[in-house]
């Protein structure tokens, strides 16, 4: 069988795999999506949702029930420096409004969709290994509260985030050795909570940088401020780890983020996850095996742009699956085309932002020229519409 035809099995449900099960789906594709929560549950994230995100929405059908879910348009962002001047971003500077949307909400409303489009959805399912056959993957199988299953499939995608599951279990089939991450630190961990009774304007999102990391709060549905941030973990170490000493002795040394924050209460317990870095993966592993959203690359966070690349990234793959030629060339061509530039710029940024000169020197000459602020964060984002 061609191997573009057939069935694709998605492993992860996220905002990658269920907009790219959706895409194939409405293609008239065969899709099961494979995973492991079931939802609604909560998702570390900063839940920001760029306006760029608005026309996947559209296009995936999904854009109505986001908007009108109850989370809030966010018209301006202000980024504080530890010390030095406020940099302000307009919601203007990419053309409307952002949403704060939790994550429970939104990947939800995505995954209902992929089921209403025909795809076969098993929530409550882990990917536990795989079977490969000349150094080819052939089926994989589940874990479930039920026991365990083998489902066999023409094209596997990888969208399980920075874990990269199904790629991990390939490679102990095929027993190629796991790859590991080039360690280009000692890693960062990431917290979020929503809470109540925090200090923010309306409309308005605001990243604090501090030492070791950096923060976002913007408000959601239901009234909650989603408080979302990331330090490096020998940071987080240095103050005797745990949340509170994390926000008492690193989070609130930026003036800004204790006034905003320290009244406030965590109304749900506190998510904590740790990771290595950031940056590209492979898109492919043998011709049969692809990686989409978190798993092909994981841009850094404080972009804002996250969840947009994950649905970009569908759209690239979904369109390379529907072309002819090399599949995997193919896949390639058109993802560096669209991201390469993204990934530089946001590299570069990260740099300074966990810098605490950097970050206050680049804020300093930010701050008096807006229109430069602007124009930098357009370059995280794509240039103009999104793949169609
Ligand atoms: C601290 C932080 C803050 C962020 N803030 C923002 C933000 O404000 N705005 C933004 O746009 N982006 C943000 N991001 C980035 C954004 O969260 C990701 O880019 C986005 O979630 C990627 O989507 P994905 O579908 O690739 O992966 P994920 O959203 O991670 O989804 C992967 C799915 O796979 C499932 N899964 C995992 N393992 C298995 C398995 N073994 N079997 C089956 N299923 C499995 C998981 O349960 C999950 O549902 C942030 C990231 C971090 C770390």
Request: charged share 25%; proline share 3%; net charge positive.
């Amino acid at each position: 069988m061609n191997k573009r035809e057939g069935k694709v099995l998605i492993a992860g449900g996220g905002p990658a795999g269920a907009s790219l099960a959706i895409r194939l789906a409405a293609a008239g594709r065969d899709v099961v999506l494979v995973e492991r929560d079931r939802f609604r549950r909560h998702k570390l994230c900063g839940e920001f949702i760029s306006p760029e995100c608005f026309g996947h929405f559209a296009e995936l059908g999904v854009l109505q029930p986001m908007l009108a879910a109850g989370g809030e348009r966010i018209t301006e962002t202000l980024f504080f420096p530890l010390s030095g001047r406020t940099v302000r971003i307009p919601g203007r500077a990419f053309g409307e409004p952002a949403l704060g949307l939790s994550r429970s909400a939104m990947d939800a409303i995505l995954l209902d969709r992929a089921k209403a489009v025909g795809v076969d959805v098993i929530e409550g399912a882990a990917i536990a290994s795989a079977t490969a056959e000349q150094g080819e993957l052939r089926a994989v199988s589940l874990r479930t509260g039920e026991g365990a299953c083998e489902i066999a499939a023409d094209i596997f995608i990888d969208a399980t985030g920075r874990g990269k599951a199904l790629v991990k279990a390939f490679q102990r089939a095929a027993g190629t050795g796991i790859e590991r991450p080039a360690k280009r630190s000692n890693g960062f961990v990431a917290f979020k909570a929503h809470l109540r009774g925090a200090e923010l304007a309306a409309g308005r999102c605001e990243i604090h940088f501090f030492p070791g990391g950096y923060g976002g709060i913007n408000r959601v549905e239901g009234g909650a401020v989603n408080h979302c941030f990331l330090v490096r973990s020998e940071a987080v170490k240095s103050v005797g780890g745990g949340v509170e000493n994390v926000l008492e002795r690193l989070v609130y040394k930026n003036a800004s983020a204790r006034n905003a924050l320290i009244d406030s209460k965590a109304e749900m317990d506190w998510m904590a996850v740790s990771f290595e870095g950031f940056g590209r993966s492979e898109l492919s592993y043998g011709p049969r095996l692809f990686t989409v959203g978190d798993a092909a690359s994981f841009i850094d966070p404080f972009t804002g742009s996250g969840m947009l690349m994950a649905l970009e990234s569908s759209a690239v793959l979904a369109e390379a699956l529907a072309s002819a030629g090399d599949l995997r060339e193919r896949y390639a061509e058109l993802y560096s085309r669209r991201f390469r530039r993204r990934l530089f710029v946001c590299s570069l940024l990260r740099n300074a932002a966990f810098r605490t000169r950097t970050a206050t020197f680049v804020s300093a000459a930010l701050g008096g020229l807006p229109f430069a602020a602007e124009a930098l964060a357009r370059l995280t984002r794509p240039h103009a519409s999104p793949a169609r």
